[in-house]
């Protein structure tokens, strides 16, 4: 089973800010690998696919880079609707499919 | 526009069975594999079991593997999840979840709203 690691667990932030996320794999799933995004009360939104790939409707300001093990999400200049939790997941090694514990952005 | 209405939750004791239904409207269900995902609230994400839209293959993890089973009739648009012998930790929110193709090697891109399922 493949284990994902997201760092850090909560990042406070500004507005305008620009962030990024980190998600690691215990081991290469090359560049399938997704990021979603979920907000209180609500069902995770899917941002990015193949790594770097942003699903339809996601704003420019989300960008997704890496491979192997290695992955980030970065936002350019943060709004408030993106103070939400983000989580990673590989689609390469499965069953089982696994995501990482999630990264909190909440407002600074 | 794509559409999956999960029902069938509620409040069960533990051992006991339930079986959710998902419902899938806005596109051609057959082609696409379908996931059940799971949420303890305030926690993370968990995957339970899924069915590939081609040829119907399904798949668990061990934590569920011998006690739910994943069907799904193609002729209603709707898939099923069998859970027997449940268990306090299977206490969560469960979405499912359509993949982006038909084999399951993709990511999850639409997602039904959940059905909270309780063992107590």
């Known amino acids: 089973e493949v284990l994902m690691t997201q760092s850090p667990a909560t990042l406070s932030v500004s507005p305008g800010e620009r962030v990024t996320l980190s998600c690691r794999a215990s081991q290469s799933v090359t560049r399938n690998l997704a990021w979603y995004q979920q907000k209180p009360g609500q069902a995770p939104r899917l941002l990015i696919y193949?790594?770097?790939t942003r699903a339809t409707g996601i704003p420019a300001r989300f960008s997704g880079s890496g491979s192997g093990t290695e992955f980030t999400l970065s936002i350019s200049s943060l709004q408030s609707e993106d103070f939400a939790i983000y989580y990673c997941?590989?689609?390469?090694?499965?069953?089982?499919?696994?995501f990482g514990q999630g990264t909190k952005l909440e407002i600074k | 526009e794509v559409q999956l209405l999960e029902s069938g939750g509620g409040l069960v004791q533990p051992g006991g069975s339930l079986r959710l239904s998902c419902a899938a409207s806005g596109f051609t269900f057959s082609s696409y594999a379908i996931q059940w995902v799971r949420q303890v609230p305030g926690k993370g994400l968990e995957w339970v079991t899924g069915?590939?839209?081609?040829?119907?293959?399904?798949y668990y993890p061990d934590s569920v593997k011998g006690r739910f089973t994943i069907s799904r009739d193609n002729s209603k648009n709707v898939v099923y999840l069998q859970m027997n012998s449940l268990r306090a930790e299977d206490t969560a929110l469960y979405y499912c979840?359509?993949?982006?193709?038909?084999?399951?090697?993709?990511?999850?891109?639409?997602w039904g709203l959940g059905t909270m399922v309780t063992v107590s």
């Open positions: 979840v359509r993949n982006r193709g038909p084999w399951g090697h993709d990511a999850f891109d639409f």
């Open positions: 069915s590939s839209g081609i040829g119907g293959a399904t």
């Open positions: 193949d790594a770097s």
């Open positions: 997941q590989q689609y390469n090694n499965w069953p089982p499919y696994t």
